[in-house]
């Protein structure tokens, strides 16, 4: 049974560590994926850890998660029943907000070994897997997460939210191509949130040191980046895909959504943005102003 990667026990570290060290207004607050995570009594001394230095990250985190579940909550009071998570890893909505989450289908597609270790980790701390959250164990080297989805009881004849955070940089582009044409297929009314990391020539020089610096620890880690967009070069990709509608979500735009205004100063780093987009003429959910949920 293989423990989650960890680039997802970092994200679930900086979730909790915004919640510890950050003052309110908390823009996302998770502190249960430092209890499924368990990374003992030294997390905060990890050198990823340190407010100084990893601040700007921590924020871009918590940003992207708030994004997804201020739609997911959005689009769930429009009478969206299903929702898919690519790469679940630590995700904890499930348990976090079962008000909302209890009225949906949830699907957590992972690798094999880390979601057999999360399932193992939600029956010691007395969770569980409720009836209406489905596990999606899936190796992609080898089987069609679609496949394994629709036999998870995914209802591809009704509408969807999906959302693929901290994905598509470790994909080919013909993979993502075929990603976003597999979505692009779901039912009208479904809505696709998908992150995805800016070419170095799109930063700026203090940007770029530190996409380089995080290129450098993803490789090292034997998950190297393999794939980045322009904005209109990812939008050109879900228009051909088949989505009826396509849009572009900026750091700049997180940054004013959720950290204007902030007496700490914090703000997300820039270069990994959101491409949101939707199926069918009933969609309507690519709306920028989309009125932000309680995290």
Do not use: C
Request: no cysteine; aromatic share 8%; charged share 25%.
């Amino acid at each position: 049974m293989a423990a989650p990667d960890s680039t997802a026990v970092r994200t679930a570290l900086w979730r909790a560590l915004h919640v510890e060290v950050d003052p309110p207004p908390h823009v996302f607050t998770d502190e249960l994926g430092l209890r499924l995570a368990d990374p003992g009594a030294g997390w905060r001394a990890r050198d990823d850890m340190d407010p100084a230095t990893a601040g700007r990250y921590r924020a871009g985190m918590v940003a992207r998660a708030r994004f997804v579940e201020d739609l997911v909550v959005a689009q769930a009071a429009r009478g969206v029943g299903q929702y898919v998570i690519l790469g679940a890893g630590l995700d904890t909505f499930a348990q976090r907000r079962p008000e909302i989450a209890s009225r949906l289908r949830v699907f957590e597609v992972d690798q094999p070994g880390p979601q057999a270790w999360k399932r193992a980790r939600l029956d010691e701390l007395g969770l569980g897997v409720p009836d209406w959250l489905h596990l999606v164990p899936v190796d992609f080297e080898t089987a069609s997460w679609w496949d394994r989805l629709a036999a998870a009881g995914f209802a591809p004849d009704e509408p969807a939210v999906v959302a693929s955070t901290g994905v598509s940089m470790y994909l080919t582009k013909e993979a993502n191509a075929a990603t976003l044409r597999r979505i692009a297929g779901f039912a009208p009314g479904s809505t696709l949130a998908m992150t995805f990391l800016l070419p170095a020539d799109l930063l700026d020089e203090r940007e770029r040191a530190g996409h380089r610096a995080t290129a450098g620890k993803a490789k090292a880690a034997g998950t190297p980046f393999v794939s980045t967009f322009s904005p209109a070069a990812l939008l050109a990709m879900a228009r051909e895909a088949g989505f009826r509608e396509a849009t572009h979500v900026s750091g700049a735009e997180l940054d004013e959504r959720y950290f204007a205004g902030r007496a700490d100063g914090l703000r997300l780093a820039r270069g990994e943005e959101f491409l949101v987009a939707t199926t069918g003429a009933t969609a309507g959910a690519a709306d920028r102003g989309t009125p932000a949920a309680s995290p």
